[in-house]
C-alpha cells in the first residue's frame, strides 16, 4: 500500500470509497455524510488532523481494518463500525455519538473528556510553532467535555481499550458475559475491595492486588471516570491473566454480587 488520502476543508455527500488501500488517510476541517469507508484497509488514519473539527454523519467503515486511529478533532454521528479491526483509536477530542462498534478494538481509548491540562499544553505547542492562537482554536483545544452517549459496543470485543475522562457507561451497550465486569459505582467498590483486602488474612499476592485497586483502576476513576468495565484478560502475559490482576478482579465481583450492584 502506497497511496494516501488528504481532504482539506472538503464536504462530501454519499461518496463511495469502498475497499480503500491506503498508507494513510487524514482530514482537516472536512464533513462527511453517508460516505462509504467499508473494507478501509489503512496503516495511520487521522480522521481529525489539523485544529479544526471533521465530521463524520450517518458513514460506514465496516470491515475497516485501521492499524494505528489518531483521532484528533474529529465528530461521528449514527457511523457503523460493524466487523472491525481498530487499533490504537485516541479518542481524547472525539465525539462520537449514535455509533455501532463490532468486532476487535485493540489498545483504544475512549474518553468522555479531555485530561485536564491536556488543551493547555496543546495550546503552547502551538504557540511556539504558529503563534498566539485564535479563539476558535482556544476554545477547542480548551473544551471541558466530549459529547460521546448512545453507542452500541455490546457486540465489540475490547482488547486493552479503556473508557476514561469521565465517558458515561450508562448511556452507552456494553459487552458482557464472563470476560467483562462491569463497576457501576466504581469509586466505591474498589474501596470496599480494598477494606475486605486489607481485613482479610496477608498473602503474598495482597500488595500487589492492593497497588492494582489503588493505582491502575483508581487512576481513571480520579480522573472523572464514575463506571469502569474492566477485562481481566487485559492483563495477561502470554495468554494468561497475572495472578494479582485476577484476584484484584475476583474480589471486585464479589463485592458487586454482595452488594447487590448490577454487573456482568
Not at 465530521?55 to 466487523?83: I, K, L, N, P, W
Not at 462498534?101 to 491536556?118: C, E, H, I, M, N
Not at 487485559?234 to 447487590?260: C, E, Y
Request: charged share 25%; glycine share 12%; proline share 4%.
Amino acid at each position: 500500500m502506497t497511496a494516501e488520502m488528504f481532504f482539506d476543508h472538503e464536504h462530501l455527500t454519499d461518496r463511495d470509497f469502498t475497499g480503500l488501500r491506503l498508507t494513510s488517510f487524514g482530514a482537516v476541517g472536512s464533513g462527511f455524510e453517508r460516505c462509504n469507508f467499508a473494507g478501509l484497509r489503512v496503516d495511520n488514519a487521522a480522521f481529525g488532523s489539523g485544529v479544526e473539527v471533521s465530521e463524520y454523519v450517518d458513514c460506514s467503515f465496516d470491515g475497516a481494518v485501521v492499524r494505528r486511529t489518531t483521532g484528533g478533532f474529529a465528530r461521528f454521528v449514527r457511523c457503523s463500525f460493524r466487523d472491525v479491526d481498530l487499533r490504537e483509536w485516541d479518542g481524547e477530542f472525539v465525539d462520537m455519538v449514535g455509533c455501532v462498534v463490532t468486532g476487535k478494538v485493540r489498545s483504544g481509548q475512549f474518553w468522555g473528556a479531555p485530561l485536564p491540562g491536556s488543551g493547555e499544553s496543546r495550546l503552547r505547542s502551538y504557540a511556539k510553532g504558529l503563534g498566539e492562537p485564535p479563539q476558535s482554536v482556544r476554545q477547542l483545544m480548551t473544551r471541558t467535555a466530549n459529547e460521546f452517549h448512545g453507542n452500541d459496543f455490546s457486540g465489540a470485543e475490547l482488547i486493552g481499550t479503556y473508557f476514561r475522562g469521565g465517558a458515561d457507561l450508562t448511556r452507552q451497550r456494553l459487552p458482557q458475559g464472563p470476560d467483562y465486569l462491569y463497576l457501576p459505582d466504581a469509586a466505591a467498590t474498589i474501596a470496599e475491595a480494598v477494606a475486605r483486602l486489607d481485613a482479610g488474612t496477608e498473602t503474598s499476592l495482597q500488595p500487589r492486588v492492593r497497588r492494582f485497586l489503588t493505582g491502575v483502576l483508581s487512576r481513571d476513576v480520579e480522573q472523572g471516570q464514575r463506571q469502569l468495565l474492566v477485562r481481566a484478560k487485559n492483563f495477561a502475559s502470554r495468554g494468561v491473566v497475572k495472578p494479582h490482576a485476577a484476584a484484584a478482579v475476583a474480589l471486585l465481583s464479589s463485592v458487586i454480587v454482595s452488594s447487590g450492584r448490577p454487573g456482568s
